[in-house]
């Protein structure tokens, strides 16, 4: 009688080489980036669709549908991740996401319906976000070995690069050739390309003792939150990338259109800054892609999230748009670095049975709760400057890169081996 190996034995066996070179990741990585591509060109469309199809508040209205399913629905995404399995929910979203952009084009092709599809397809991306992001979370854990987990986050930042880089240019030109309905066509097909790499990826599953699943959701909720709170690296991890972030998104979003008015820079100097951090963003997941592994990541974690704190503050001080283009890159570098090194200490600490609910609550706090910053941000600089709007934001950031330094749980916290 001849042995087989088990699925877990075969991949071990496959992953041995690095990831950026396994065909298995890879195949994964061509899902993500044309998942994110896809995800560009919709957003695109569906912002020129609403402004075309009713009064600017309204099309506001349309754009923030999502919003509020993906905050509300985020946590228990993570639960149907780790109980149904991360691959499972990821196709399933995609192919979801897929057939509501495709509907939507037909619609649009064919007659004019008002704002009401475009409202329910945000809905629908809304809704599904919510579990789709816990998934791709969790995910990478199950495709390549632990080692190999911090390149695969560097592969990821890659993916989102490219994905800003080319989908909005994209959904630009499918808006000017064809309208919003083939903008939303060619949105769905890029999705689409995603599942069947997806279902050819070879896959880890966890043992049936493993999944730490409960009778419900709502105890399954509870226990994830707990193994966060009752870890000793996850726990101060959590804080310091909700401080980073709180510190991060204003200055970026809202503080940076205000400084380009006053400054004279005008929307080419804001596209050119942007381009300086996406610049910085990029050079530092093509370090850990090419690299791998850095030791004493909780370290590196915290000092990249200081020194970015440092730049953004410096950025409200700098007269020359090149200067600014400079300071935006070592924004990129340091922040793409700490959030790099901060997924992957995510990965590779969370128990994999818990990784969705772990990446549920990450997502949460950099997607749900830290754009709240950005209208008392907004006040902020009204009522005292930029200047102190800025120095505030950094030392808000600089916070996150405190508690990595003083917890010792999270200074120790290396990655494998």
Request: contains cysteine; positive net charge; hydrophobic residues 55%.
């Amino acid at each position: 009688m001849t042995a087989t190996a088990p699925p877990t034995a075969a991949l071990d066996t496959a992953v041995a080489k690095a990831a950026h070179r396994d065909r298995n990741v890879l195949r994964w990585l061509g899902a993500y980036t044309s998942s994110m591509v896809g995800d560009s060109v919709y957003y695109i469309a569906l912002s020129w669709a609403a402004v075309q199809g009713g009064s600017p508040a309204r099309a506001g209205a349309v754009m923030a549908v999502s919003a509020l399913p993906r905050a509300v629905l985020m946590l228990f995404g993570g639960v149907i991740a780790d109980r149904l399995g991360p691959r499972v929910v990821v196709i399933a979203s995609d192919a979801v996401r897929c057939a509501a952009a495709l509907a939507v084009a037909a619609l649009l092709f064919l007659t004019s319906p008002g704002l009401w599809p475009l409202a329910a397809l945000a809905l629908v991306f809304g809704t599904v976000d919510a579990v789709f992001m816990p998934a791709v979370g969790a995910l990478p854990a199950r495709i390549t070995n632990r080692d190999q987990l911090a390149r695969v986050q560097g592969l990821r930042g890659l993916a989102i690069r490219v994905a800003y880089i080319i989908g909005a240019p994209l959904g630009g030109l499918g808006t000017a050739l064809g309208g919003a309905a083939a903008a939303f066509g060619l949105a769905g097909l890029l999705i689409a390309v995603s599942v069947p790499l997806l279902t050819s990826l070879r896959f880890r599953e966890l043992p049936a003792g493993d999944r730490a699943v409960t009778a419900t959701p709502w105890q399954d909720l509870r226990a994830g939150l707990a193994h966060v709170r009752r870890h000793r690296v996850l726990a101060p991890l959590m804080l310091a990338i909700a401080l980073g972030d709180l510190g991060f998104v204003s200055p970026l979003n809202v503080g940076l259109t205000l400084l380009a008015d006053r400054r004279g820079w005008g929307a080419a100097g804001v596209g050119w800054v942007l381009a300086g951090f996406g610049a910085g963003s990029g050079a530092a997941s093509l370090l850990l892609t090419v690299r791998g592994r850095l030791p004493r990541a909780g370290l590196v974690a915290g000092f990249a999230i200081l020194a970015g704190s440092v730049a953004i503050g410096a950025l409200a001080f700098v007269r020359g748009l090149a200067g600014a283009v400079g300071v935006a890159l070592m924004i990129g570098l340091f922040a793409g670095l700490g959030g790099a090194m901060s997924s992957a200490l995510l990965q590779t600490q969370a128990d994999p049975a818990y990784l969705g609910r772990v990446t549920a609550v990450g997502s949460l706090i950099s997607l749900g709760l830290t754009p709240l910053s950005m209208p008392f941000a907004a006040a902020a600089a009204g009522a005292f400057g930029l200047g102190p709007m800025y120095v505030a934001s950094a030392c808000v950031c600089g916070l996150g890169g405190v508690v990595a330094f003083a917890v010792p749980g999270l200074r120790r916290a290396e990655l494998p081996r």
